[in-house]
């Protein structure tokens, strides 16, 4: 059975997101999968790709191929790197910045018009 890693598509028309999953090859893009070991966010500013790093070594250890588009997340993230023991393992992910609380927001502008109306 030749196993590959690949991208599951799910969310809306115009709105995807992926699943990063461990497939037979001969099973359709969507259909039954072994194991499901990340997710992609290309929409979002920056795009989530989040990966298990571990389950990812063990099926690129055991056989698994990626496909193309797989391929390059692994590198983005570091894991094929960290497989074939290349310099440059740490990947080139950036962390995510953090969400800044709406209602917090509203209440620092709420204290600034208010103190500056006085």
Partial sequence: ?????????IGKIREPHYR?????AKNRRDGRVIETIGEYH???????????????QY????????TEPVHGLLKVTGDWQKFKGLPGAEGKLQPQPE????????????????????
């Fill in 59 to 66: 099926w690129l250890g055991v056989g698994a191929i990626p």
């Fill in 99 to 118: 969400k800044v609380d709406k209602q917090a927001r509203f209440n620092e502008e709420l204290a600034k018009v208010s103190g500056s109306a006085e």
């Fill in 20 to 24: 990063v999953v461990i497939a037979d």
């Fill in 1 to 9: 059975m030749a196993v590959k890693i690949k991208l599951a598509r």
């Fill in 42 to 56: 290309p929409k979002s500013q920056p795009s989530v790709i989040k990966i298990n790093s571990e389950r990812a």
